[in-house]
Structure formats: structure tokens, C-alpha cells
């Protein structure tokens, strides 16, 4: 099953960025560094207690600014409303209520989603509970009072978060059509490769950017096998600054990503790789999806005998990281290519789910180890004892060391490519977890 979704809505000065800080510096597990990923996080992983969850900030609301914020606002609002199973709305208990907040509680009060009133900047709960209490006035149930920038009252608020989480032994059997997200920058053609390979004008397709307001999931049948498609897509373009604009539809990836077995990276081929395309890649490799890196509109690029190869090393290069990811030149307008789609995702899928017998696995580790010895450190040499796979999706190996300080970065992956070398796993990545053992006597 994915990971509920958890939104955090307000206006802005509100404290909102302060509490998804303080949570992601301690209660989140965070790829470090991963590349493509830019700084200014605006989604993290979350754990508290037994559950696990993706939470998102979606920026500040600002409703009392003129038609074109009035519009912003409603946007992010509506982005907060479609892809959230749980949202924490945060007021701020020193400005007190105000319109804004109301304009908001309306909006999302009509989403029908579940809602956690969290009032911040409560650094005295004992003094400023009287304060609190005006918050009821928005309807929205029992305000939960936290001071973000002091670290109180968080566990209430997870608590009050996870509550409204299905019940995991209630849960409905489980969908096992493999799901592909359909990913990109807008504009670049998601929609018309979902429509190609349907075969159906299900998803509107227009020239302005981010057409497509919600998700759509559409089944189709090929070969006689189900998939299900997840077509995501960015926000109408209305004098948005171009940040904005990139930041949703980045919200849209995570979600869509993180419900999905295979992810196709679409590029537009007339602008090559951009950092938004960078981006969205470093969201789906971070996840441990399969991955395709889909180049549309290669019937509009000028082409001669090199530009392919040209193409895909300029791709390898920028995309250093997605090394692993299947690479195709298609034209969903002309249907060039679009077909051969459905066999690299069965390859990726399978790939993905690959399992490796524990003895051949050690054996190609050994081998690797003598042609290339472990690193050393002040006369210490890194011992590999044992290696193991122990979960798919994505294939998930230990290697167990006697020293996890010399388990180097750059070993691990030496031996994460002898291992491709030998198996394939084309098309998804690989996660590798060092474990130290004492040494044997």
C-alpha cells in the first residue's frame, strides 16, 4: 500500500515551514544529498509510532491580495485538498483569528478530508490556552496547541495526525495491476503518451501548461495484462511566477510517485534535460522505483545519424544518478515508438521484484572482492562476511562488514555494479544497507 499523504496548509508568517522543519530534523529518515533534490525540501518522510507517511508543505495561503493571489490561493488550496488523506491547517495563536483563516477553514471544510486545527506559537500552553480556545470558532473541531519552534506538543498533534489513518488490518485487498506514474515538467506531453496508449481521448490534452487538475488513474489492457496509468499534471498557468508553478507539480510527482510501481520520467526532446526534469527524477529514485526515462516529441527534433547517441549522453550525464534507468526516443503525438512501452515496463517491473539466491549472490561478491580488495584504513582492511537480499521493490540487499567505516561509498557501489554486471536489474535501483559484525575469532 503507498504512504497517506499528510498537507500542511497556511497562511503565510503562520509558522508552517518552523513545524515542518522541527519534524523533519528528528522524526524523519531523509536520503541525504540526493541529487536532483533541491534544498528547499517541500516533502519528507515521515515515522511516528508504527505508521509511516509523506508529509508536504504546500506553501503559504494569502487570500486578501486582488483576483490573481485570490486565484493562487484557491489553487494551492485545491493542490492541499486532492492529494491529501490527512491536513493540518496551522493558525497562529499571537495574530489571533483573522478572515484569512476563516476563508480558508471554508475551503477546506468542503474537501470533506480530514482536518487537524493546529495552533502554533504556543510557548506557554497554561497562559495561552484562553487564546486557543478562540480558534473554535472556525468549526473545525478541537484546535491542537503547539509551539513549533519549541518542539512542544508534537507527539499530540502526530497522534491526532495518525488517527485518521485506515486501520492496516482493515485494509481492501490489495491491487496488484502494477501502476505507472506518469511524471514530467508541464507541458510535455504526459497526457497525449496516456491517450496514445490508451487509445481513448480520456485526459484532456491543451497547449497550456498543467491542463490535467487532479491525478487520473486509467486501466488499460495490453496483451491481455491490466495496468493502471497515473497521469499527473501541474496547475492552469495565470501569471504564476515560474517557481510556483514548478513547486505543484512537484507535489503532484510525490504523489503520484510514491503510489506507483514504475515511474516514466517524461523529457521534453526539443529542450533536452532541465532541473525541474532533475528534480522529479531524484523524487522517483529516492523511492527506489522502477524507472523509464520517456523523450517525447522526438519528431519535432532535427535529427542525423549521432543525435541519439548525443541525446542519451547528455541524459547519462546530467542524470548521473538514474545510471540504471531504460532511456526511449517516442512521439506520443505520432505514435512513433509508444507500443514498445508496455515491454520495458514488464522488464522494469520484473526487475524491480528480482530475487537472488543468497549462494550465487555471495559468489559474485567474492569474486569482485579479489579483483578489487576492500579499502584499508590505518593498517585496517574492510572484511565483507556475508551478503544478502532481503526485500524486493526495490531490491534490497545487507552486507554484513567487520568495520562500517570503511564500508566506503565508492566500494559500495563498485560492488553494486559487479552485481548489475552479473543479474541485469535494468531499469531500478538498488539499496544496499552496511551492517557491522564483530569479528570472528
Known amino acids: 500500500m503507498s504512504k497517506p499523504i499528510v498537507a500542511i496548509v497556511g497562511r503565510p508568517n503562520v509558522g508552517k515551514s518552523t513545524l515542518f522543519n522541527a519534524l523533519a530534523g528528528s522524526r524523519i529518515s531523509i536520503v541525504q544529498d540526493t541529487p536532483g533534490v533541491t534544498r528547499d525540501r517541500i516533502y519528507a518522510d515521515v515515522s511516528w509510532l508504527n505508521y509511516n507517511f509523506t508529509m508536504i508543505d504546500t506553501g503559504g495561503i494569502e487570500p486578501d491580495s486582488g483576483d490573481i493571489i485570490l486565484s493562487q490561493m484557491r489553487e494551492q488550496a485545491q493542490i492541499a485538498i486532492d492529494t491529501a488523506d490527512v491536513i493540518i491547517f496551522i493558525v497562529d495563536v499571537r495574530q489571533g483569528l ?24 504556543v510557548d506557554n500552553f497554561e497562559k495561552m ?19 513549533a519552534a519549541s518542539m512542544l506538543g508534537m507527539g499530540e498533534l502526530l497522534d491526532a495526525v495518525v488517527a485518521h489513518f485506515p486501520d492496516k488490518t482493515s485494509e481492501d485487498e490489495e491491487d496488484d495491476r502494477p501502476k505507472i506514474a506518469v511524471v514530467g515538467k508541464p507541458n510535455v506531453g504526459k497526457s497525449s503518451l496516456v491517450n496514445r496508449l490508451t487509445g481513448d481521448n480520456r485526459v484532456i490534452v491543451s497547449d497550456i501548461a498543467g491542463t490535467t487538475r487532479d491525478a ?15 497521469d499527473t499534471a501541474g496547475l492552469r498557468r495565470k501569471n504564476k511566477i515560474k517557481e510556483e508553478i514548478e513547486r505543484y507539480s512537484i ?14 520520467l517524461m523529457i521534453d526532446g526539443t529542450e533536452g534535460v532541465t ?4 528534480k522529479i527524477a531524484g523524487i522517483a529514485h529516492e523511492r527506489g522505483k522502477g524507472i523509464i526515462i520517456v523523450v517525447n516529441k522526438w519528431d519535432a527534433v532535427e535529427k542525423d545519424d549521432k543525435t541519439i547517441y548525443r541525446q542519451t549522453e547528455k541524459i547519462r550525464q546530467i542524470l548521473s544518478f538514474l545510471s540504471y534507468a531504460e532511456i526511449m526516443f517516442i512521439s506520443a503525438k505520432t505514435g512513433q515508438r509508444v507500443q514498445n512501452i508496455y515491454d520495458c515496463i514488464d522488464m522494469v517491473i520484473e526487475n524491480n521484484s528480482m530475487r537472488v539466491a543468497t549462494g550465487v549472490l555471495n559468489e559474485i561478491v ?3 572482492t579479489a579483483m578489487q580488495q576492500p579499502p584499508t584504513d590505518k593498517g585496517k582492511r574492510l572484511r565483507i562476511y556475508y551478503v544478502t537480499q532481503v526485500s524486493v521493490k526495490p531490491p534490497t540487499f545487507v552486507i554484513f562488514v567487520n568495520d562500517k567505516n570503511l564500508a566506503h561509498f565508492s566500494y559500495i557501489r563498485y560492488l553494486e555494479n559487479r552485481i ?13 544497507i552496511v551492517r557491522e559484525r564483530k569479528e570472528e575469532s
Open 98 to 121: 483573522v478572515d484569512a483563516d476563516s476563508k480558508v477553514a471554508d475551503m477546506l471544510r468542503r474537501s470533506k478530508k480530514p482536518v487537524i486545527l493546529t495552533v502554533n506559537k
Open 129 to 147: 490556552m484562553v487564546d486557543v480556545y478562540e480558534f473554535y470558532n472556525l468549526g473545525m473541531g478541537e484546535p491542537v496547541p503547539v509551539s
Open 216 to 230: 487520473i488513474d486509467t486501466p488499460v489492457k495490453y496483451h491481455g495484462r491490466e495496468y493502471v496509468f497515473i
Open 251 to 264: 507535489i503532484r510527482a510525490v504523489t503520484a510517485v510514491e503510489r506507483a510501481d514504475v515511474v516514466l
Open 275 to 278: 532541473e525541474q526534469d532533475a
Open 366 to 368: 567474492a569474486e569482485a
Open 420 to 432: 548489475r554486471d552479473a543479474f541485469g536489474f535494468r531499469g531500478t535501483s538498488l539499496k544496499f
